[in-house]
């Protein structure tokens, strides 16, 4: 495998306890998972964990050696239940401190606004020893990168602007490339032909996603590949292949 | 603890690459979350893993030992990406057999549908041995429950089938009660209350969830206890003290 041809990892932990209770509905890892494509960087694992330091610290030990970069949302806040910064320090081997240049953005941030600077708000400022700053233009608090890992914020919205601050900051390998074709098809009619096309193009991947809509049964297929030109041909070949079955299907899915 | 007491644990495994890539947001996380809590079970961990035999052994095993249940979806349908049965039979350590009912259930399903009960449909009736089914009224295919592992579909319209056909029939504990206060506050301005009331409420937890809508910063504080005076009684606590400190808040959150 040439260097060209490295393939970048990430893994996301999610730290929440409303994720588990099914109160709210993630929205990171699709926002994370996209924004990771663009980098060139295949997001192979995420875990959601609740708000507890022993299941922090052993999710962020078991990933953040196996994959390239590691990325955690949420519990960076405020409040007593905001224990990432603890736990992935613990995790790391080092004390928490408060960083100097954390405590000047939010003295600013905080500067003209009720209350000031008190000590919870301050807890923002606390990083595992050795972190960078990741710029929040949204709140002031910051994220945090130490090594590989990188924690990040539970609201989506201020997740998407410490994504915008590392956007090309993180080194990455060949997009992964993707095709949608989709119809009012059921995929166990066609799950032959999903199969031997895939087989045909070895450098591509086909996955079958079903779907019910409308009371009608449908599926998008998607096709992969980091090559253009063997996503471009994988993608004629099966739509010769719905073709010819006598399918309609939609380019881009449906 | 008494056996009243006794806390039932589950964890989920996401088995989809349509997940990993952004491209599909999940909506099982939260469905089986919900679920869960009414069956008087937590679910403690999910894990989101690639269409991939050892990621997907690797997180069934890791998982199944750990917590009372273990629910994995996706990866059940008839396509060639669909490995998960095969991936939990070897996680199992078992073989994979034609399930006898699950076949009779797909062949009355196809028996006047076109094409019939063909290879790729007959998919759907294999199970790790030893397997029993959870019926499926949507779509004839059924889910697999082995032992304390459950494997559902990963259409959610489907994986909610699934679930009505289980409900009732797991061992549960208390269910976890919550109640929402939500307000247009900031979280770090009442960091300090939050944290006092959660302290003098030994048998409560409360979280702190904050969100940016229309432009404005606001927090919705959950508060869960098995208790239900206890959790009453730390609501009363909560609210007291954020009308105390002059705050308007939203009984059931905003």
Not at 23 to 45: F, P, Y
Request: net charge negative; proline share 4%.
């Amino acid at each position: 495998m040439s260097t060209s041809d490295r393939i970048w990892t990430a893994a996301l932990v999610v730290i929440g306890d409303e994720i588990l209770s099914g109160r709210t509905h993630d929205k990171n890892i699709a926002q994370i998972a996209s924004w990771l494509q663009v980098q060139g960087i295949r997001l192979k694992e995420v875990r959601v964990v609740s708000d507890d330091m022993d299941a922090i610290v052993a999710a962020v030990n078991a990933l953040r050696h196996q994959y390239d970069y590691l990325f955690t949302t949420g519990g960076i806040g405020p409040t007593h239940d905001d224990i990432t910064v603890d736990a992935v320090a613990q995790a790391l081997g080092v004390p928490v401190v408060i960083h100097p240049e954390a405590r000047a953005i939010l003295e600013e941030y905080y500067r003209d606004r009720p209350g000031g600077l008190t000590d919870a708000r301050l807890r923002m400022a606390r990083v595992p020893q050795g972190a960078d700053l990741i710029p929040n233009r949204m709140s002031g608090a910051p994220g945090i990168k130490h090594g590989n890992v990188h924690l990040m914020a539970g609201v989506p919205t201020i997740t998407a602007q410490m994504l915008d601050a590392l956007t090309g900051t993180l080194e990455g390998g060949a997009p992964l490339l993707s095709e949608t074709v989709g119809g009012w098809i059921k995929e166990s009619e066609v799950a032959d032909l999903l199969r031997e096309v895939e087989k045909a193009h070895a450098d591509c991947q086909i996955g079958s996603y079903p779907f019910f809509r409308e009371g009608q049964t449908g599926a998008n297929f998607v096709i992969r590949s980091t090559d253009a030109d063997a996503l471009a041909s994988c993608v004629d070949t099966l739509c010769e292949g719905l073709g010819e079955m006598g399918f309609d299907f939609t380019p881009g899915g449906i």
